[in-house]
């Protein structure tokens, strides 16, 4: 984990398909999922989506439950579908970011570690945690993805 920053997220617009991690657990299963049916019919549809993939979380309120969402930027022209949502992630004034290199094995424990440091130096969770993917072709162990928390 690298060093953690403060900055803006910019709003995107993005192609997003969404599943449910039973009881907050086993995410990367949620992923596997919804992940290929989302490429695969942005594919078939050959609408302009581009890297990277942005993932986001949403606790489900009076469960354990975790909302997963899978997404790509959409193009100048989104297009609605049976098969994705249009999704407007919203701007974020203040978000605590930090950069994971790695396997996606570590990647809870990189969060864990990322949390507990943000409330150290004093910040306050508001709003979903998001992982941007911005190296992930090839070995996990060469992946880059940043993780974003927006902050109050």
Not at 39 to 59: I, K, M, N, Q, S
Not at 78 to 83: E, I, R
């Amino acid at each position: 984990m690298s060093a953690i920053e403060y900055r803006r997220l910019e709003p995107v617009t993005v192609y997003a398909a969404t599943g449910i991690a039973p009881g907050g657990a086993d995410v990367p299963a949620a992923i596997d999922l919804i992940l290929p049916p989302l490429h695969d019919a942005l594919e078939a549809a050959g609408v302009d989506y581009r890297e990277p993939g942005t993932f986001w979380y949403e606790p489900i309120e009076g469960t354990e439950d975790l909302r997963v969402w899978v997404s790509w930027p959409a193009g100048d022209d989104p297009v609605p579908s049976d098969a994705w949502q249009v999704v407007e992630l919203p701007a974020v004034e203040r978000a605590a970011v930090t950069t994971y290199r790695g396997e996606m094995s570590g990647i809870g424990a990189a969060w864990g570690l990322f949390m507990q440091a943000v409330v150290a130096e004093g910040g306050a969770f508001s709003g979903p945690s998001r992982e941007v993917y911005l190296q992930a072709d090839g070995p996990q162990s060469t992946w880059v993805t940043e993780l974003q928390q927006p902050l109050a």
